[in-house]
């Protein structure tokens, strides 16, 4: 049987160029909102109009740009409107995963739910902050695998992704909330799926959901809703 491999040289390409553009995008050079056209950046970094088109992709997969309807692509924008409509999705979406996964987390789950809790935590006390909004996504991930539907699972990061990317954004421009705080509100949530208790799992998801919303509308929609 023949094996056939992808060139190193076109993967490396589109991660670099896929770099390149979501550090202007944390620095502030590509500006929320602003359009990135495909034949320019070609120019600009002397590639291909592939190579250019498969990072974007990579970056729309991370969430910091968006295809809208006329296949333009622009950087990842949220109004504070957006931010509330994803979050009453999260509301449901995710309230149910929780309980799912209260109901299912076997010991080695628990336990490594419980590891990403305190990588969690450690990162929140070190201040490093781009490296805590990692953490909470793998920490939420868990759960969501934990739950065991894919189909779910595939929803929740669909609509997260651009709030975990422009949360990047903002905390990379220096605005950032009470990392330490924020961290240790997974706590109740995470005694909970230990405990297999699915109602109370959901009420303290609930729970905290309610100040992740205040920090989100506080830290990174109040600008977006400033600048409409």
């Known amino acids: 049987m023949q094996i056939v491999f992808k060139p190193f040289e076109t993967v490396t390409l589109r991660r670099m160029i896929a770099d390149r553009i979501e550090e202007a995008i944390l620095n502030g050079t590509l500006r929320e909102g602003e359009r990135l056209v495909e034949r320019r950046l070609a120019s600009q970094f002397g590639t291909s109009l592939t190579a250019v088109r498969e990072a974007l992709i990579a970056l729309e997969a991370d969430g910091f740009v968006a295809k809208k309807p006329n296949a333009a692509t622009y950087v990842t924008k949220l109004t ?3 931010g509330k409509k994803i979050f009453a999705v999260r509301k449901v979406l995710e309230g149910f ?3 799912q996964a209260a109901r299912l987390a076997t010991p080695g789950q628990a ?6 809790y305190v990588d969690l ?3 929140a006390r070190s201040n490093k902050r781009e490296q805590f909004l990692q953490c909470d996504f ?3 991930g868990k759960i969501w695998a934990i739950a065991d539907n894919e189909y779910l699972e595939t929803a929740l990061r669909r609509i997260l992704v651009p709030i975990y990317a422009f949360s990047a954004m903002r905390i990379h421009s220096g605005e950032a909330f009470d990392l330490l705080q924020d961290a ?3 706590l ?3 005694e909970a799926i230990k405990a297999k208790d699915p109602a109370l799992a959901r009420k303290r ?4 959901l309610d100040d992740w919303y205040a920090n989100t509308e506080a830290y990174v929609l109040s600008k977006s809703n400033q600048e409409k």
Do not use: G, I, M, N
């Not at 998801?205 to 905290?208: E, G, I, T």
């Open 80 to 82: 504070h409107d957006a």
């Open 97 to 99: 995963a929780v309980e």
């Open 111 to 116: 336990k490594e739910l419980e590891k990403a």
């Open 121 to 123: 935590l450690s990162t």
């Open 138 to 140: 793998s920490f939420h």
């Open 184 to 186: 240790q509100s997974h």
């Open 188 to 190: 109740p949530v995470l």
């Open 205 to 208: 998801f609930l729970s905290a």
